[in-house]
Nanobody, 118 residues
Framework: QAQLVESGGGSVQAGGSLRLSCEASGYILSRVCMGWFRQAPGKGRERVADIDADGSNTIASSVKGRFTISKDNGKNTLYLQMNSLKPEDTAMYYC????????????WGQGTQVTVSS
């Protein structure tokens, strides 16, 4: 059964960095589109970054220049490198498998919490 499991979240001070990982068992990352989303308390879920099967990617304007999405097809793992973190980046972060045609998510991980203090 396909499963997405995030890790790497934690608490960090503003300006710090974290790297999130998403182990995508049962998926072949070289053939699927994947994404990272986040949801802050009291807010809707926000798309952070997408990556296509061929590695091309899109980053949300709110994090562009600070966050990078990547993947290791051999390890079947998706990453989100987050630098220069700000308190407003505090949220639960989720990885998702996406329909490549619509970029709509069809499968979610359980999430990993990121807390950035000022």
């Amino acid at each position: 059964q396909a499963q997405l499991v995030e890790s790497g979240g934690g608490s960090v001070q503003a300006g710090g960095s974290l790297r999130l990982s998403c182990e995508a068992s049962g998926y072949i990352l070289s053939r699927v589109c994947m994404g990272w989303f986040r949801q802050a308390p009291g807010k809707g879920r926000e798309r952070v970054a997408d990556i296509d099967a061929d590695g091309s990617n899109t980053i949300a304007s709110s994090v562009k220049g600070r966050f990078t999405i990547s993947k290791d097809n051999g390890k079947n793992t998706l990453y989100l490198q987050m630098n220069s973190l700000k308190p407003e980046d505090t949220a639960m972060y989720y990885c998702a498998a996406l329909y490549c045609s619509t970029r709509g998510p069809y499968s979610w991980g359980q999430g990993t919490q990121v807390t950035v203090s000022s």
